[in-house]
């Protein structure tokens, strides 16, 4: 059974960079999409972007100028870099395995909350 | 942003019959489809239906989906307490390039 699990700090000033990072256990990383997807207190999910393991990605368009994503498979790890944080960038960040050809998310991590205050 | 919508709430009896909406247009779920996902209170969401009303292993068959159009459906039969959840649509965005989701449906059985 695939299992995800998000870390980094749960706490980031305004104006600096979010840091996420994604550890896949139970099965391998490769040949899958991985995405990032967060949600706000009592707000909508919003998908934020996703990585192959090629390394090839595709990002939100609202969100792309301040988003990068990379990936390790030596680790199984992927990561998130969000730019230029506000406090409308506060939410539970989740980070899901997104299959090929699918439409939607099969495995999903516990998620983290990152808050954006100085 | 562009979305899918949903109604924010639906409110049923214990046992009754609840069906969720979500609609988008020919980019998305008309073309595509819509996945299904079930968020309790407190926790990640759980996938209910990949597109073309494929359920997962483990999910009750109370839980069936459709498609007409650009409207999908999820319907679950005999509520029970533990359906109440929030419910969200989801699907690929060909002229985005982009996963969108619904606003979510609070699914409140009484």
């Known amino acids: 059974q695939v299992q995800l699990q998000e870390s980094g700090p749960g706490l980031v000033k305004p104006s600096e960079t979010l840091s996420l990072t994604c550890t896949v256990s139970g099965g391998s990383i490769s040949n899958n999409y991985w995405s990032w997807i967060r949600q706000p207190a009592g707000k909508r999910l919003e998908w934020i972007g996703r990585i192959y393991t090629s390394g090839s990605t595709d990002y939100n368009p609202s969100l792309k100028n301040r988003v990068t994503m990379s990936v390790d498979t030596s680790k199984n790890q992927f990561s998130l870099k969000l730019m230029y944080v506000t406090a409308a960038d506060t939410a539970v960040y989740y980070c899901?395995?997104?299959?090929?050809?699918?439409?939607?998310?099969?495995?999903w991590g516990q998620g983290t909350l990152v808050t954006v205050s100085s | 942003q562009a979305g899918l919508t949903q109604p924010p709430s639906v409110s049923k009896d214990l046992r009754q019959t609840a069906t969720l909406t979500c609609t988008g247009n020919s980019n998305n779920v008309g073309n595509q489809g819509a996945a299904w996902l079930q968020q309790h209170q407190g926790h990640p969401p759980k996938l209910l239906f990949h597109r073309n009303n494929n359920r997962p292993s483990g999910i009750s068959e109370r839980f069936s989906a459709s498609r007409s159009g650009n409207t999908a459906s999820l319907t679950i039969t005999g509520l029970q307490p533990e359906d109440e959840a929030d419910y969200y649509c989801?699907?690929?965005?060909?002229?985005?390039?982009?996963?969108?989701f619904g606003g979510g449906t609070s699914l409140t059985v009484l």
């Open positions: 899901a395995r997104d299959p090929p050809g699918d439409i939607t998310f099969d495995h």
């Open positions: 989801s699907t690929w965005d060909t002229s985005l390039s982009a996963h969108l």
